[in-house]
């Protein structure tokens, strides 16, 4: 199956750039390009891409603008090209919240040190988001099957301590579903991981903050988990904890080098398991990938409730479907019924 992608670049060495790079690919077509959001919004009624590249600054209309437009008119899943700065932070963001599906930065070389797989990074998100668009039989008729969503968990209070979770690939609009959903006065902490740059946590987790009951925060060295505050680990860094005088502290570190993910939702997991053992409710939110599963399985073995969100309503359905698929996941909750079933649920 051919994915046809329109490219938005008000540069034409930034078009062609692209176009060369994702037509090394015959299972991609760029099936037009545009200079500015509004032959963006042209280009889509007329092409009727499957995937859209979209830049954010542009002359004549912006990209976010264009995304707004395109999403009320031809929605299609829209992937934005952002600087890794903060004032790049706040747009793509903007763009998420105005229905992108997911960023990549426009730099290259941070995407991957190295050029040709940075290239095979952004064909296969082009792929990615494709994907959620499609509704192909033999794609899902070669899927193993998912363990079916298990009935409501009778929780009882005192059982749990903690609220872990992870994301990726729409994670910003998702954990914003689930977060603004909790009272201020939630009995329980919230840590999260969140696979994003690390000049765009403090961002994320200060616009949730504005958004939220609960308060928010970008995890620091040393931070002491709380009742009703919730911790994003910050980008580039890994989150862990430790016991320490009958609190729970953050731990912020480089981590191994070896790891794919930074930070990393089974890094954190793990630690979860270690300090909260059993009365931790573990989420795998929407996201590229099995990040999360094999922290998941950890917990599990001690006894902790985990629960995924569904292929419906997720951006991509990789990181929840591998917990599922592993038989890890007591609910397959969809997205808009997380936040209310997790206040119902683990207590408010």
Known sequence: MVTRVLVVDDSGFFRRRIIEI?????????????????EAI???????????????????????TAVRHIMSSNPVPVLMFSSLTHDGAQATLDALDAGAVDFLPKHFEDIAKDRDQAKLLLRRRIHAVARKRSTSPSASASRAPVKPAAPPVNIK???????????????????????TKLPADFRFPVVVVQHMPGSFTPAFASRLDQQ?????????????????????APGGRQMTFKQSGGAVQVIISDGDAGLHYKPCADVMFDSVATVYGGKTLALVLTGMGADGREGVRTLKKQGATVWSQDEASSVIYG??????????????????????????????
């Open 22 to 38: 994702l037509e090394a690919d015959s299972r991609i077509k760029v099936v037009g390009s545009a200079a500015n959001g509004k």
């Open 157 to 179: 209070r005192g059982q749990f301590q903690v609220v872990a979770i992870a994301s990726s690939t729409g994670g910003p609009v998702a954990l914003t579903q689930v977060l």
């Open 319 to 348: 990181m929840p479907m591998a917990v599922a698929e592993a038989g890890l996941s007591d609910q397959v909750l969809s997205l808009r019924d997380i936040g209310p079933t997790l206040v119902k649920t683990a207590g408010g």
């Open 42 to 64: 042209e280009q889509v009624a007329k092409t009727k891409p499957d995937v859209v590249t979209m830049d954010i600054e542009m002359p004549v209309m912006d990209g976010i």
């Open 212 to 232: 939220c009951a609960v308060k928010v925060k970008e995890a620091c060295n040393g931070d002491v988990l709380a009742p009703g505050e919730v911790l994003i």
